[in-house]
T-cell receptor, first 110, second 126 residues
Framework: QSVLTQPPSASGTPGQRVTISCSGS????????AYWYQQLPGTAPKLLIY???QRPSGVPDRFSGSKSGTSASLAISGLRPDDEADYFCAAWDDTLRGPVFGGGTKLTVL | QAQLQQWGAGLVKPSETLSLTCAVYSGPFSGFYWTWIRQLPGKGLEWIGE???????NYNPSLKTRVIISVDTPKNQFSLNLKSVTAADTGVYYCARGSSYASNGHRYDPGWFGPWGQGTLATVSS
């Protein structure tokens, strides 16, 4: 059971906007930033969002992040077939003194 | 941009030790925490632990009694040893560059992992 809670699945049609949630606690998301990773089938995760809403170079602005209290969200607008992947949230945990991850959300583009 | 390449045994017998090594090519080796993360079947990602170029380590408390992470700084390599493995340790193991840190120990972007190694499927079976 993962420390951060994500819905196991999400779906949308091309062009739609989808949102994936990530729920944590006072020891992680309340006081620390959220990070989001995209994992395409058979590959290593790739950083998508850091420090709640910032995008590394090369990540399209269709991907956006936000955080409020002990929850964070990843939004994907203009959904494309190649967005079909697993998405993971992460945050530093002050109790663990290490990073924790969500269980992942499998996004299906219908 | 740094590139990470990992290798190690893909099949480990129960009660034995899983050993993996990760080499870092290009980019600085000092100033970062070098990390091992695993992905168990049907589950999310799990942080195993980290090491810096000086050999300072931090481990996930749930694995701490079985894990040793070591570093060979002249070779820009770091290694994972997970002892007393069981079938529950079967999964994909990744090495990754973790957060950078300042001389006073302050971490920058503690949830930042990347680049990543290609991953190694480690199967625990007799």
């Amino acid at each position: 059971q993962s420390v951060l809670t994500q819905p196991p699945s999400a779906s949308g049609t091309p062009g739609q906007r989808v949102t994936i949630s990530c729920s944590g606690s006072s020891s992680n998301l309340r006081s620390n930033s959220a990070y989001w990773y995209q994992q395409l089938p058979g590959t290593a995760p790739k950083l998508l969002i850091y420090t709640n809403y910032q995008r590394p170079s090369g990540v399209p602005d269709r991907f956006s992040g936000s955080k409020s209290g002990t929850s964070a969200s990843l939004a994907i607008s203009g959904l494309r077939p190649d967005d079909e992947a697993d998405y993971f949230c992460a945050a530093w945990d002050d109790t663990l003194r290490g990073p924790v991850f969500g269980g992942g959300t499998k996004l299906t583009v219908l | 941009q740094a590139q990470l390449q990992q290798w190690g045994a893909g099949l480990v017998k129960p009660s034995e030790t899983l050993s993996l090594t990760c080499a870092v090519y290009s980019g600085p080796f000092s100033g970062f925490y070098w990390t091992w993360i695993r992905q168990l079947p049907g589950k999310g990602l799990e942080w195993i632990g980290e090491i810096n170029h000086s050999g300072d380590t931090n481990y996930n408390p749930s694995l701490k009694t079985r894990v040793i992470i070591s570093v060979d700084t002249p070779k820009n390599q770091f290694s994972l040893n997970l002892k007393s493995v069981t079938a529950a340790d079967t999964g994909v193991y990744y090495c990754a560059r973790g957060s950078s840190y300042a001389s006073n120990g302050h971490r920058y972007d503690p949830g930042w992992f990347g680049p990543w190694g290609q991953g190694t499927l480690a199967t625990v079976s007799s």
